[in-house]
């Protein structure tokens, strides 16, 4: 099974601000298949991106998504008070495994 | 637009079975897999197992095998996710969701993202 390690555990940042998410895999990850998901509390977890780079249909450019092999990361350009929540990663190559999360707090 | 709405809360002794429900629209039911994932207090998501909505083959996470059973109706558009022997552990938030991506025909197994997510089942276990 592939274990991914997201880092850091929470990111106290504010409004405007730029955000960076890494996750790790403990192997490569095949094909970059690599998914990212938004969660609020209460919700559902919301697709962000695909294929380690390629946006969700409606999601704002600026999200955006990189990294091959074992190294990803997601970056929110301009954090956005809709945007305050946590951010989980996706495997898909083997077996579909999950990040523990990145919560992403109002600083 | 494309919709999963999940049964309601269940609350169950431990030993006890629960199913839940996955009613789609807005897709064509047989074109996907449904696929089921779960979220324990504090703990990361984990991925149950999968449902070809056409043909009905499943696949499912070793941790689960033997406890999960995943059928569907197709003239109901309706995934199901039955899961036995019931312990205290298994209290969670269960999802269903559509699995988009590949099908690898070489190892038999989708290599799916999942879009949309239905929106959730608490599932309680408690004597």
């Known amino acids: 099974e592939i274990v991914l390690t997201q880092s850091p555990g929470a990111l106290s940042l504010s409004p405007g601000e730029r955000a960076t998410l890494s996750c790790r895999a403990s192997?490569?990850?095949?094909?970059?298949?690599l998914a990212w998901y938004q969660q609020k509390p209460g919700q559902a977890p919301r697709l962000l991106i695909y294929?380690?780079?390629s946006r969700a249909t409606g999601i704002p450019d600026r999200f955006s998504g990189s990294g091959s092999g074992t190294d990803f990361t997601l970056t929110i350009s301009r954090l956005e008070p809709e945007d305050f929540a946590v951010y989980y990663c996706?495997?898909?190559?083997?077996?579909?495994?999950f990040g523990q999360g990145t919560k992403v707090e109002i600083k | 637009q494309v919709q999963l709405v999940q049964s309601g809360a269940e609350v169950k002794e431990p030993g006890a079975s629960v199913k839940v429900s996955c009613k789609a629209s807005?897709?064509?039911?047989?074109?996907?897999?449904i696929h089921w994932v779960r979220q324990a207090p504090g703990q990361r998501l984990e991925w149950m197992g999968w449902?070809?909505?056409?043909?009905?083959?499943?696949k499912y996470s070793q941790k689960f095998q033997g406890r999960v059973t995943i059928t569907r109706d197709t003239s109901a558009t309706t995934a199901y996710m039955d899961l036995s022997s019931l312990r205290s552990e298994d209290t969670a938030v269960y999802y269903c969701?559509?699995?988009?991506?590949?099908?690898?025909?070489?190892?038999?197994?989708?290599?799916?993202?999942?879009?949309?997510w239905g929106q959730g089942t608490l599932v309680t276990v408690s004597s």
């Open positions: 969701a559509r699995g988009r991506g590949d099908y690898d025909y070489v190892w038999g197994t989708y290599r799916n993202w999942f879009d949309p």
């Open positions: 192997q490569s990850v095949i094909s970059s298949y």
């Open positions: 807005g897709h064509t039911f047989t074109n996907y897999a």
């Open positions: 449902i070809n909505g056409g043909n009905g083959n499943t």
């Open positions: 996706q495997q898909y190559g083997s077996s579909p495994t």
């Open positions: 294929g380690a780079s």
